[in-house]
């Protein structure tokens, strides 16, 4: 699966554009006073202006699978990143074979760097904004996440992520590529304090197989 798309909201289109430009280095493909675009590999990530209070949402960008201490190394000359506690940095998950650490955008926006080690994406090139390789992850919020999950899954064809038992308040869509996380309006975001709450948002989703497919996800009409 692959997150083709994903559309947000923002209170300041300027603060975003200086974010993503000016912090992840990332290049704006099309912008206006009300709307910017951003291309994170094959991901377009754009926001949308609005009147909202502090809409934030939850996302995860791949990298390289041996380059997380880089990554972190490079992103804290530009910002500050998020401790998981007592000063370290890294998040591990061995379930998943994964290793992660986090930050936030002006938005508020709880963003995420994450290695999956059980994919061949070695690099021996310097950390740079191109080692940025697409949006892996999408946070969705959902007051009854079990049902939410199986309405995608009905309608979308999507199915649990093999590496995640699904639980009354944590829901993981999708595959090693591409993951909808579904949690419940009474969950912080991991690892911070901060309630997830529900916002607006739209995800374009590629799926190959027999036939192809392709879709979008649109909350809050896919929410129960």
Same mark, same amino acid.
């Given at each position: 699966?692959?997150?083709?798309?994903?559309?947000?909201?923002?209170?300041?289109?300027?603060?975003?554009?200086?974010?993503?430009?000016?912090?992840?280095?990332?290049?704006?493909?099309?912008?206006?006073?009300?709307?910017?675009?951003?291309?994170?590999?094959?991901?377009?990530?754009? /926001?949308?202006?609005? &009147?909202?209070? @502090?809409?934030?949402?939850?996302?995860?960008? %791949?990298?390289?699978? +041996?380059? #997380? =201490?880089?990554?972190?190394?490079?992103?804290?000359?530009?910002?500050?990143?998020?401790?998981?506690?007592?000063?370290?940095? /890294?998040?591990?998950? &061995?379930?998943? @074979?994964?290793?992660?650490?986090?930050?936030? %955008?002006?938005?508020? +926006?709880? #963003? =995420?760097?994450?290695?999956?080690?059980?994919?061949?994406?070695?690099?021996?090139?310097?950390?740079?904004?191109?080692?940025?390789?697409?949006?892996? &992850?999408?946070?969705?919020?959902?007051?009854?996440?079990?049902?939410?999950?199986?309405?995608?899954?009905?309608?979308?064809?999507?199915?649990?992520?093999?590496?995640?038992?699904?639980?009354?308040?944590?829901?993981?869509?999708?595959?090693?590529?591409?993951?909808?996380?579904?949690?419940?309006?009474?969950?912080?975001?991991?690892?911070?304090?901060?309630?997830?709450?529900?916002?607006?948002?739209?995800?374009?989703?590629?799926?190959?197989?027999?036939?192809?497919?392709?879709?979008?996800?649109?909350?809050?009409?896919?929410?129960?």
């Amino acid at each position: 699966m692959k997150i083709e798309t994903v559309n947000l909201l923002s209170q300041n289109i300027q603060q975003t554009k200086e974010f993503y430009t000016g912090v992840l280095g990332l290049e704006s493909i099309g912008e206006s006073v009300h709307e910017i675009t951003f291309i994170i590999g094959y991901t377009q990530l754009n /926001f949308r202006l609005t &009147e909202l209070i @502090n809409p934030n949402y939850h996302l995860a960008i %791949d990298i390289p699978r +041996n380059r #997380l =201490e880089e990554a972190s190394a490079w992103l804290q000359k530009q910002t500050d990143l998020i401790p998981i506690k007592d000063g370290e940095l /890294f998040s591990r998950f &061995e379930a998943w @074979n994964a290793g992660s650490f986090y930050f936030y %955008d002006n938005n508020g +926006n709880l #963003l =995420e760097l994450i290695c999956r080690y059980d994919l061949d994406n070695r690099s021996e090139e310097e950390f740079t904004s191109s080692s940025l390789l697409y949006i892996s &992850e999408v946070g969705i919020v959902s007051r009854d996440v079990q049902a939410t999950a199986k309405r995608l899954m009905v309608k979308y064809g999507l199915t649990y992520y093999a590496k995640q038992p699904p639980a009354e308040n944590f829901v993981v869509l999708g595959n090693e590529t591409g993951l909808i996380i579904l949690v419940s309006d009474d969950r912080n975001w991991y690892p911070t304090t901060k309630k997830a709450e529900i916002f607006p948002l739209s995800i374009a989703i590629e799926m190959h197989g027999d036939p192809y497919q392709k879709f979008l996800i649109d909350i809050p009409a896919d929410l129960i």
